[in-house]
């Protein structure tokens, strides 16, 4: 009964490769969003999605693209990894009546991407 | 632009000591404020939060914070903490409502027994 589940929790792999991550949500939500935790635990928000419309971009190298085929899910894609896309990706849902509302995000446990 | 700081980036206390973590926001118009925390290798659970009203919030697991405007502070505190409280914590305001996220750089909180 998972609420924000993401898979692979861990994903090692070489420089110059592409990867996914996949990110769901059971919980009813219509607003999704990605963060990264870098090594000194610094957490940034990446993107936002809101009934599958991207609402928040910000500034993401392009070899990053979010997709969401359906409110319950959003997959991340990385193009071209490298070393500094070492860390700890974050997916989380919310519930959103509209813009600047204040329900509060629900994350999931993180995805360890390391490259080698 | 908002920001937050967390000015103690670790901190030990001996457990059933009352804890204390400071947290300071910058941001324009009302806050929408939050603590999270982090056990290693999990995901961020919401201690409690804190959008109008009653400047102190009661949370989860005992915790509390207050909303100081100000001082634009938002300081969680716990009045004993168990070895189980050791994580890291984060504060977080909410720009433009809850649905950006601006994280402080997290305490780390260590239990001696």
């Known amino acids: 009964d998972t609420a924000v589940s993401q898979t692979p929790k861990y994903l090692v792999t070489q420089m110059g490769n592409d990867k996914s991550i996949k990110c769901e949500q059971n919980?009813?939500?219509?607003?999704m969003y990605w963060y990264k935790q870098d090594s000194k635990k610094f957490l940034k928000i990446m993107f936002s999605y809101n009934n599958k419309e991207l609402i928040i971009n910000e500034t993401v190298p392009n070899r990053f693209s979010p997709k969401s085929p359906d409110k319950a899910h959003l997959n991340l894609h990385i193009n071209s990894l490298e070393l500094g896309d070492s860390a700890v990706y974050f997916c989380?849902?919310?519930?959103?009546?509209?813009?600047?509302?204040?329900?509060?995000?629900?994350f999931g446990d993180g995805t360890r991407l390391s490259i080698l | 632009a908002q920001s937050v700081t967390q000015p103690d980036i670790h901190i030990t206390v001996s457990e059933g000591a009352s804890l204390e973590l400071r947290c300071n926001y910058s941001y324009g118009a009302t806050p929408y404020l939050f603590w999270y925390v982090q056990s290693p290798g999990q995901g961020l659970q919401l201690l409690l939060k804190y959008f109008s009203g009653d400047t102190l919030v009661q949370g989860i697991k005992g915790f509390e914070a207050e909303f100081k405007r100000s001082q634009s502070s938002f300081n969680l505190r716990k009045p004993s903490v168990h070895w189980s409280d050791a994580a890291e914590y984060f504060c977080?305001?909410?720009?433009?409502?809850?649905?950006?996220?601006?994280f402080g750089q997290g305490t780390r909180l260590t239990i001696n027994p």
């Open positions: 989380a849902s919310s519930q959103s009546a509209g813009q600047g509302d204040n329900q509060p995000q629900h």
């Open positions: 919980l009813g939500h219509d607003t």
């Open positions: 977080a305001v909410g720009a433009w409502g809850a649905q950006k996220l601006v």
